[in-house]
């Protein structure tokens, strides 16, 4: 449905998608997979030789001329390092007009800062997504800067939404979407390997461990999406009276894991602040 959604708010636009690097890469094959057709995308990347492999790989056109990409497409969805973001929006400056929308994913780059480089009342919608885009589970926080209709954050939603789910908030709250759920990911992975890794201290198989670990990550995450209820209360369920979790659950509360996990996000979030300002 959500792909249907998308290619009809899309209709005959074209994207250019400029830094065709991880997330890039993730969210063109996902786009494709929803049904956009090859021949209304083309990538860019910095070094030539990277762009002649993406053409084979994502079979879809791969140059390292910006602007010419830009002049080609409606859509143009950012996704260089933040520290690239302004070479790129002067690259490209010359062949934006209202009538085109910016999409960016960069971390910590504001709207304002891409209207304000580019020089033109053009629609900005900055978006940030994570990995698991790569197999329809993403989740992509979305704003839209100050010349951006509602009709240009839906359409760039619509996209984000053929991998995954999305959420629109205020651009105050950017950062802190991108210190949890981009980098997120991350500390998931940590946290499942290292149950994996407790499964196998315990005598089972590694691949069994690691199965038993990231569907128990998946099986949980699950009941709290679609219960809608408090994970706090979801815990309880699993916690008998002077059973195992609980034994377990002290070993986590000295262990201060909730702690830890509060401050890996507010550090991201802090750090996603920082981004953009490095090698200018
Ligand atoms: N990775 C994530 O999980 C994630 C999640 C959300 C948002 N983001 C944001 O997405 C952006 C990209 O991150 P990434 O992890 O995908 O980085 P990446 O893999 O390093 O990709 C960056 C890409 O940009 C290309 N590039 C650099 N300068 C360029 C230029 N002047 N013109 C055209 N292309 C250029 C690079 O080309 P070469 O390959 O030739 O060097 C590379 O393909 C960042 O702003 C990040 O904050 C990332």
Do not use: W
């Not at 998931?188 to 198989?205: D, H, M, N, R």
């Not at 706090?232 to 262990?255: F, N, Q, R, S």
Request: glycine share 8%; with cysteine; charged share 20%.
């Amino acid at each position: 449905m959500a792909s249907t959604t998308m290619l009809q708010r899309l209709g005959e636009r074209r994207i250019a998608l400029l830094g065709t690097g991880k997330i890039g890469a993730i969210l063109l094959q996902g786009l494709l997979k929803a049904g956009l057709s090859p021949k209304r995308v083309r990538g860019t990347v910095r070094h030539a030789e990277r762009a002649r492999l993406l053409s084979e790989q994502l079979a879809i056109p791969v140059g390292t001329d910006n602007r010419a990409a830009a002049r080609e497409a409606d859509v143009l969805l950012v996704s260089v390092k933040p520290q690239n973001v302004r070479e790129v929006l002067e690259e490209i400056g010359a062949e934006v007009s209202p009538d085109k929308l910016i999409v960016s994913v960069a971390a910590s780059v504001p709207t304002a800062f891409i209207e304000k480089t580019l020089g033109t009342a053009v629609p900005v919608v900055r978006a940030m997504p994570n990995t698991p885009c790569l197999v329809g589970t993403g989740m992509t926080g979305l704003c839209k800067g100050a010349h951006a209709a509602a009709e240009h954050l839906e359409l760039a939603r619509a996209m984000f939404d053929t991998v995954g789910r999305t959420v629109v908030v205020d651009e105050k709250h950017m950062d802190a979407v991108t210190g949890l759920s981009a980098s997120g990911p991350a500390f998931v992975y940590i946290i499942l390997e290292s149950l994996a890794e407790a499964g196998v201290k315990v005598g089972l198989p590694r691949d069994v461990a690691t199965l038993l670990s990231a569907q128990t990550l998946l099986g949980a995450a699950t009941v709290a999406l679609e219960t809608g209820d408090h994970p706090a209360l979801l815990k309880d369920a699993v916690t008998t009276p002077a059973g195992c979790t609980i034994d377990g659950i002290l070993e986590l509360e000295e262990g201060k894991l909730r702690v830890t996990l509060i401050k890996a996000v507010v550090k991201a979030t802090a750090r996603a602040k920082e981004l953009m300002f490095e090698g200018q």
